[in-house]
């Protein structure tokens, strides 16, 4: 097994220990584990040539989300914030352990750390992949039961701040997605 085979077996080990799950296709995932993997799938489909770094960043993405519950920090826009920031750097920090493991240099672990922080997106081309690719992976396996969940003005409100933090690329790929007579209809709305 080679350092990136390893890197995403370790990361894989971290997700599978996700006591939520979900059902997919008949099979029963740990949540963070299924997450991860529709993160590769979406990358390589969006960007057939990335980087072993943004392949790793886009992997772990969600690492041992679950340990940090939303519902453990104050139930506002602060909370959200912090719990936000929290979640980055407990990724960031986790993968670079992981790395390290598998015999990375410092320079890869610091590129990794950064992309997960998704730090200067629309300026790191990199950066603003991995934000599409989230978006991308939200807009086609989350949305519909996000949208079940919350008033329609709501969700209009969350299509549009999504949009906002895509490209143009990622645009033209979400417009491609196959989604719900209703999640079409919010988006168009959303959009218009």
Not at 60 to 88: T, V
């Amino acid at each position: 097994m080679d350092k990136f085979e390893k890197a995403i077996s370790l990361i894989d080990n971290y997700n599978a220990e996700d006591p939520n799950t979900i059902v997919d296709e008949g099979k029963i995932y740990p949540v963070e584990l299924l997450y991860s993997e529709r993160m590769s799938q979406k990358l390589l489909e969006f960007r057939p040539d990335a980087s072993d770094e943004l392949q790793i960043a886009a992997r772990a993405q969600h690492i041992c989300r679950w340990k940090y519950p939303r519902d453990s920090y104050p139930m506002d826009r602060k909370g959200y914030l912090q719990w936000r920031e929290d979640l980055k750097k407990m990724h960031a920090d986790l993968t670079a352990e992981i790395l390290k493991e598998a015999y990375y240099e410092d320079k890869f672990i610091k590129r990794v750390s950064f992309l997960i922080k998704k730090k200067l997106i629309k300026k790191d081309e990199e950066s603003q992949t991995l934000e599409d690719v989230i978006c991308l992976v939200f807009l086609q396996f989350y949305f519909e039961e996000f949208a079940e969940k919350h008033e329609d003005e709501k969700v209009i409100s969350i299509i549009r701040k999504t949009w906002q933090k895509m490209s143009a690329e990622g645009h033209n790929a979400a417009l491609k997605l196959p989604l719900s007579e209703r999640a079409g209809k919010l988006v168009k709305r959303a959009l218009a």
